[in-house]
């Protein structure tokens, strides 16, 4: 079956710019992930989905960052007037369930702020 | 606090020797570990997970782990390194301090095996 699909692949933008990523999980999975990884900094996780809910968004960077979920199903990750350090690839990741499931990665975005 | 330690940025292994990752975690909790892998252009991969039950666990592609509590340890390994393996493993800890959950990858060992 289909795995989790992240969009764009790689993302171009100036400093300033607001950019949307986009995950569409696997089919029938209630949780759905966020991360961030860079060079030099390793894998940071910035938020989670239960449902459209997330319980808690202290794992986002900054106030430019926010995160939704509708129909509990796509999630997109909206970056405010980008910051060269918002430079990494970003994943995501979703599983049947919040807790201790399997989590399954999308190949990630890529994002360039130049 | 919670946090998770990989000892070693890069191992070198010669094909056919044994693999020994290592992975060191602190918690005030009972964790859930995972080890997760990722290999050149594509996506993490998990390897294996504990989670309270048997302390030694057995995953993907003829690897194993064992929860030491005492040694707040999980490392990683495999009997015999193939050449397929060299990649990226990433030791994860979960947990939930307050209801919700969080996910603390740690830095990444990258195993290079060699002909």
């Known amino acids: 079956g289909a795995g989790v699909s992240q969009s764009p692949s790689n993302k171009v933008t100036e400093k300033g710019k607001d950019v949307e990523l986009r995950c569409d999980p696997i089919?029938?999975?209630?949780?759905l992930y966020w991360y961030r990884q860079s060079l030099g900094q390793g894998l940071e996780f910035l938020i989670y989905?239960?449902?459209?809910?997330?319980?808690?968004k202290s794992g986002l960077p900054s106030d430019r960052f926010s995160a939704e979920r509708t129909g509990g199903s796509v999630s997109t990750l909206t970056i405010q007037r980008t910051q060269q350090e918002d430079s990494a690839v970003y994943l995501c990741?979703?599983?049947?369930?919040?807790?201790?499931?399997?989590?399954?990665f999308g190949p990630g975005t890529r994002l360039t702020v130049l | 606090a919670q946090s998770v330690t990989q000892l070693d940025s890069h191992v070198s292994v010669s094909e056919g020797t044994p693999v020994l990752l290592r992975c060191n975690y602190s918690?005030?909790?009972?964790?859930?570990l995972f080890w997760y892998v990722q290999h050149p252009n594509k996506g993490l991969q998990l390897l294996l997970k504990?989670?309270?039950?048997?302390?030694l666990v057995k995953g993907i592609n003829g690897f194993e782990a064992e929860f030491k509590k005492s040694e707040t340890s999980f490392h990683l390994t495999k009997p015999s390194a193939h050449m397929s393996d060299a990649a990226e493993y990433f030791c994860?800890?979960?947990?939930?301090?307050?209801?919700?959950?969080?996910?603390?990858f740690g830095t990444g060992t990258r195993l290079k095996v060699l002909a």
């Open positions: 990741a979703s599983s049947p369930e919040v807790s201790t499931d399997t989590q399954y």
């Open positions: 504990y989670t309270s039950a048997a302390t």
């Open positions: 918690s005030s909790y009972s964790p859930s």
């Open positions: 994860v800890v979960s947990k939930r301090p307050s209801g919700t959950y969080k996910y603390i």
């Open positions: 989905f239960q449902g459209n809910s997330a319980p808690d």
């Open positions: 089919s029938g999975h209630t949780a």
